[in-house]
């Protein structure tokens, strides 16, 4: 389960001498560096800073009747020390107290520590006790002078998540500051709080700095203590509330207002050679519904691999063109824009719709007699990558966004295409259907999504027949190329996956333009050079397979395939000349060849159970009876085995999320590239659904009820800025 670094959410742009940093605005530029580091930037970021865990010095032991295997205090009278050379320069102490005594090593010590440290001092030591060879010892532990008598603490010791030049005294002491400084009063009504059995805020925040001696420290470490369940609450209920005044907001936004005419779409579907899903249909009046009012639209379309979302945006493209409005189709990879182009091309073409491409490594004589169409709104469809919001891109009247794979792009190119639209009228904006195949499960949904419309597309075509999926040792890779050869004999065709990084991931950097940091650059380099190998090995095994298979005619696809080279093999495969497919993920999102009705996926141990599932709705999109071999490098760990286990067991991309969110957490599912995506720092929604469902419905009574309420809890967790905002 991955733990954010508390303040990962991030406070931007905050001017030195604001309110919130009457505590702060003491400290010098190099602490302020420090803390900013930890996410700090307001006294309250302080307040907010909670321990990462405790030392329970409420308790003093005689030395003799210490429990060993955890930490433990105990006093006593120095009776000796020295200076040892061996094996290490240290400074050795024994300290006795009436029970016993114990042996002392500071390995990294200062003259003047060794000063004070002299026979019939009074010391205190914190640490674990071990059974050395000279009887009990204690390494390094935490020293202090005493005097006799002096009381022991009775609250737990917070060790807080520090960094370089920031110690735990001063880090404490800060924290101590800020909490006296803070209004702390609960920003929620008593019997809200009674209701949902959460402890008042200012007592959480004391506990949590300061719990008292004989504090469930298990329930702290997890997280799951009362007082951290109000903090998780507190957090969503914050990010519930923005995303709903968000999504209020977007209703006072202008978008042309699009009613359905009903030419075009009719038209599509009666030409079409099969009839929609009941929830295509669905899903298609949701966005027909969207489209015709004056507000943008943000909705985003669900549906696992092959559920045919591509006709669900054409019907809402046809819509926009049918009142005048050109629509923009942006899709990840050069792959699948260009499929996009041929099927948006071959549905829209006969029914007089103008249907472009825009990519980047277009020949600049092409790009430029495309631009001019776009611009003048002869082009009506236009269909691309990320190409498609780049500055000399202008669009004559864009009414409708269309972003495949959205998950993909980071929020600032989807911002950015919307942005495109907005030139053309004054203040009106386009409307955005994002679509995903990566099934998002509801309490993700729930949370990061709060602020869109979401339709789901949840049932597969009919005619399909699942997908059976093996899991094979490469020790048996002889079995598997058999089955290759008899299923291509056969007059079938089959992919062969080699893992490879995602060729978006590179692109997005440049597209990003965000700018190279010497860190960043390091680990550019290193990722080329894992690139370069790992293009090495998807060449080696085309080669091999080459050899393998002389009598079939074998092809590759890859991410450093310029856009017409990928363009011809892919045709090549369409059309049946290819059958054997060498690729690596470049082929996970979109591809659609019926034909192809076995894929074979190279250590698929270590891929991501979401992107095995994309990759295997490769095949499985015909009549014919598909397969799916995962060979993996054996020995398979157990909990390798353990997750590739879920993906050969199920072919529900629902059940298949929710287990990767369960065991690599949210990033994964929602792509790391969010940027904009406000990262939760206390609450985990892989386990706090209850909270999650919770703050949902606590936010819409708030907002109706006591906008004051949510006003005063916005400012306290945002302080005043919308950076949990998205886009
Ligand atoms: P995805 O949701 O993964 O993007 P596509 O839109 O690419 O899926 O659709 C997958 C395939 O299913 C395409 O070949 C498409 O033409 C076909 N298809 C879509 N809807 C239907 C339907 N209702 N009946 C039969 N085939 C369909
Ligand atoms: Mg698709």
């Known amino acids: 389960m991955q733990r954010k670094a508390a303040g990962a959410a991030g406070t931007r742009g905050r001017s030195p001498v604001t309110p919130g940093r009457r505590v702060l605005a003491k400290y010098g530029e190099t602490l302020l560096a420090a803390l900013a580091k930890l996410g700090v930037h307001s006294d309250f970021d302080l307040v907010l800073h909670l321990p990462l865990r405790y030392d329970d010095e409420t308790r003093l032991y005689p ?11 105990v006093e006593g009278t120095l009776v000796d020390s020295s200076v040892k050379y061996r094996p290490k320069r240290q400074l050795v102490c024994t300290i006795e107290d009436e029970s016993g005594v114990l042996v002392m090593r500071l390995l990294n010590f200062y003259p003047s520590q060794a000063k004070q440290l002299v026979p019939g001092a009074r010391v205190r030591l914190y640490g674990e006790i071990r059974q050395g060879f000279f009887g009990a010892e204690m390494v390094h532990p935490k020293c202090r002078l005493v005097s006799e008598h002096a009381p022991v603490p009775d609250t737990l010791t917070p060790i807080y998540p520090t960094t370089a030049g920031l110690s735990q005294t001063a880090l404490s002491r800060m924290v101590h500051d800020a909490i006296a ?12 709080l009674r209701r949902l059995k959460l402890p008042d805020f200012r007592l ?13 420290q298990a329930g702290l470490q997890e997280r799951s203590h009362p007082t951290w369940r109000r903090m998780k609450f507190d957090e969503l209920l914050a990010q519930q509330l923005s995303m709903r005044i968000h999504r209020e907001r977007r209703q006072t936004l202008a978008a042309p207002a699009l009613a359905p005419r009903d030419a075009l779409t009719h038209a599509l579907v009666s030409q079409l050679p099969f009839q929609l899903t009941g929830a295509q249909d669905r899903a298609a009046a949701e966005i027909r519904a969207d489209l015709a009012k004056p507000h943008p639209m943000q909705r985003l379309l669900q549906g696992d691999v092959g559920s045919g979302k591509t006709i669900v945006a054409a019907l809402g493209a046809l819509q926009a063109l049918e009142n005048g409005y050109q629509v923009a189709v942006m899709a990840p990879t050069e792959i699948l824009g260009e499929q996009h182009f041929n099927k948006f091309s071959g549905w829209l073409t006969g029914l007089g719709v103008k249907v472009v491409w825009l990519a980047g490594n277009m020949k600049r004589k092409d790009r430029r007699v495309t631009l001019a169409e776009v611009a003048s709104g002869a082009a009506q469809v236009v269909i691309g ?35 495109k639209g907005s030139d ?16 998002i499960p509801r309490t993700l949904a729930m949370s990061y999504y709060a602020d869109l419309d979401v339709s789901v597309i949840d049932e597969l075509p009919p005619g399909r027949t699942p997908v059976a999926t093996r899991l094979v040792s490469d020790t048996r890779r002889d079995e598997v190329i058999q089955r290759v050869r008899d299923a291509c004999v056969a007059g079938s065709q089959a ?87 060498v690729a690596t993920t470049v082929i996970e999102v979109g591809v659609d060849v019926p034909n192809a009705s076995l894929m074979v996926i190279e250590n698929a141990e270590r891929m991501g159970l979401a992107q095995l599932h994309q990759l295997r709705g490769r095949v499985g999109r015909g009549a014919a009876k598909s397969a799916c071999i995962l060979l993996y490098q054996s020995p398979l760990s157990p909990f390798a085995r353990d997750r590739l286990k879920i993906v050969f067991e199920t072919n529900d991309g629902f059940e298949i999320a ?3 969110l369960r065991m690599r957490g949210p990033g994964e599912l929602l792509g790391a590239r969010q940027s904009g995506v406000p990262m939760l720092r206390f609450a985990d929604v892989s386990v706090d659904l209850d909270l999650v469902e919770a703050a949902r419905d606590v936010a819409g009574q708030i907002l109706s009820l006591h906008p004051e309420v949510a006003r005063r809890h916005l400012e306290r967790w945002l302080g005043g800025k919308e950076h949990y905002l998205r886009v």
């Open 63 to 73: 030395i003799a009747a210490a429990p060993s295997g955890s930490s433990v205090l």
């Open 385 to 419: 990558t990320h190409a498609l919001f780049q500055d000399e891109v202008e669009f004559h009247n864009l009414g409708l966004a269309i972003v495949d794979e959205q998950h993909r792009f980071g929020v600032r190119q989807r911002l950015a295409l919307r942005l």
């Open 658 to 660: 929710r287990h990767d």
């Open 424 to 439: 053309a009228g004054a203040g009106v904006q386009p409307h955005q259907l994002m679509m995903s195949a990566t099934p």
């Open 495 to 581: 992919y062969w996956v080699c893992p490879l990084i995602e060729e978006a991931e590179a692109e997005q950097g440049a597209a990003d333009g965000v700018p190279a940091k010497p860190a960043a650059s390091a680990a550019k380099r290193m990722r080329g050079r894992l690139e370069a190998l790992q293009l090495q090995s998807v060449l080696d095994t085309y080669e091999r397979l080459r050899a393998t298979f002389p009598e079939l005619s074998v092809g590759l696809v890859h991410g450093r395939l310029t856009g017409a080279e990928k363009f011809a093999v892919m045709e090549a495969f369409k059309s049946g000349a290819v059958q054997l497919l």
């Open 181 to 192: 400084a803070c209004d702390l009063r609960d920003t929620l009504p008593p019997d809200l």
């Open 204 to 216: 959480c925040i004391d506990y949590l700095h300061h719990p008292p001696r004989g504090a469930p």
